[in-house]
């Protein structure tokens, strides 16, 4: 299955600075507060590389291992979905800031990885059909969770 369809960013320009930004974006137990999917998350390790986030479509609840990529504060912040188990990279998440004037550039993506093909197979019949549902949602998501960083770091 071709997946490159599976990808999406967009930006927002927030009146704060990279670094104020950074601090809301990466803290992944705020998540919940922002995301219209993700309703939180925990860190695994003290040295904040895994996290858990909690994840709610309808009814449906799931949690899914986290591993944080990049960390660099001011910078980006990027972290792959590794599955119910952690063993899959499947999605990828990231937030790259860029100062912009006297506020920040904040661009949030996704990327659908080449591992999810099988992954959700095993639980749908047609996963490109299930994918080709995600996206207007998951579009949506990341407009209302960029809206929501922008609200917090200019309250």
């Known amino acids: 299955m071709d997946i490159t369809k599976y990808r999406h960013s967009d930006s927002v320009r927030i009146a704060a600075s990279p670094e104020a930004v950074y601090a809301i974006v990466s803290d992944i137990t705020r998540t919940g507060e922002f995301s219209p999917a993700c309703t939180g998350g925990s860190w695994d390790d003290d040295a904040r590389t895994t996290f858990t986030g909690s994840n709610a479509n309808g009814d449906m609840k799931w949690d899914t291992k986290c591993r944080v990529d990049a960390a660099r504060p001011g910078e ?5 979905n ?24 904040l661009t949030e993506s996704w990327e659908v990885l080449p591992p999810y093909d099988a992954f959700i197979s ?6 490109a059909a299930y994918l080709d549902g995600v996206i207007e949602p998951t579009r949506a998501g990341i407009a209302a969770t960029l809206a929501g960083v922008k609200a917090a770091a200019e309250a």
């Not at 980006?76 to 792959?80: A, L, M, P, W």
């Open 76 to 80: 980006e912040f990027t972290f792959t």
């Open 122 to 127: 095993q639980l749908v019949p047609d996963a």
């Open 82 to 105: 590794m599955g119910f188990q952690g063993d899959l990279e499947l999605v990828r998440w990231s937030y790259v800031l860029a100062p912009d004037g006297d506020g920040t550039l």
